[in-house]
């Protein structure tokens, strides 16, 4: 009896070694995967904040009030077989794209909207008249990866205010009829198609 306690003792404390080990191995990894994600998401909100800069400063330059302009976006489904999620934030007054794994938010990658050029740029339609609202895109406080046609769009008012958001394009949505002018190019295409309301 006294024999079989050492042999006990010796066969539980193998059997916790190998689990210590077997659970390290799993967590690095795991670390190591998330290591290889970052990038990518960094990647893409570089690549979301640049297209919105691209918007902003068309906008900027050009006379047209009101101005509805969108593109939609090319990201990726997934990243390293994961979901991901990109919002847009303000932090100390600048305005960031934020993109964050939407299984565990502390991995994430954040790129700034630099338009300090700009004379006021705000996040959102809230302040923007029923008329130009109604001519958006469906849209959207964050946009999750895998959904059809996510886009950015950017507005200047008739005051000159731009405003730039989140959003998906639907089946339902037209182009606008309102006097604005209504902008839609892809990445991979150099020509841009306006269409011009009355």
Same mark, same amino acid.
């Given at each position: 009896?006294?024999?079989s306690?050492p042999?006990?003792i010796g ?6 070694c190998?689990?210590?080990v077997?659970?390290s191995? *799993?967590?690095?990894?795991?670390a190591i995967?998330l290591?290889l994600v +970052?990038?990518?998401?960094? =990647?893409?909100? =570089? &690549?979301? !904040? %640049?297209? *919105?800069?691209d ?11 009101p101005?509805i #302009?969108v593109?939609?976006l090319?990201?990726? %489904?997934?990243?390293a =077989?994961? $979901?991901f999620t990109i919002?847009?934030t303000?932090?100390d $007054? ?6 964050y ?9 954040d790129a @700034? ?6 004379? =006021?740029?705000k996040?959102? %339609?809230s302040d923007l008249p +029923?008329?130009? #609202?109604e001519?958006? @895109?469906?849209? !959207?406080?964050e ?6 046609h @996510?886009v ?7 005051? $000159? *205010?731009?405003?730039i958001?989140l $959003?998906?394009? %639907?089946?339902?949505?037209v182009?606008? !009829?309102? @006097?604005m ?8 295409v150099?020509? &841009?198609?306006?269409? +011009?309301g009355?």
């Amino acid at each position: 009896m006294s024999s079989s306690i050492p042999h006990v003792i010796g066969t539980m404390a193998l059997l916790m070694c190998s689990i210590f080990v077997i659970t390290s191995f *799993i967590l690095l990894g795991f670390a190591i995967q998330l290591d290889l994600v +970052k990038p990518q998401l960094q =990647e893409v909100a =570089e &690549y979301t !904040a %640049s297209t *919105i800069v691209d918007l902003v400063t068309l906008a900027n330059q050009t006379d047209a009030k009101p101005l509805i #302009l969108v593109k939609e976006l090319k990201i990726p %489904s997934s990243v390293a =077989e994961r $979901g991901f999620t990109i919002n847009l934030t303000t932090i100390d $007054g600048d305005i960031y794209v934020h993109v964050y794994l939407t299984f565990l938010t502390t991995v994430s990658a954040d790129a @700034p909207i630099n338009v300090r050029d700009i004379h =006021e740029v705000k996040i959102g %339609s809230s302040d923007l008249p +029923k008329e130009i #609202l109604e001519c958006l @895109p469906d849209e !959207a406080d964050e946009l999750h990866s895998g959904l059809n046609h @996510p886009v950015v769009w950017c507005v200047k008012d008739g005051d $000159g *205010i731009v405003y730039i958001g989140l $959003g998906v394009l %639907s089946e339902a949505y037209v182009e606008t !009829a309102f @006097p604005m002018v209504f902008l839609k190019y892809e990445t991979m295409v150099s020509r &841009y198609i306006f269409s +011009k309301g009355g």
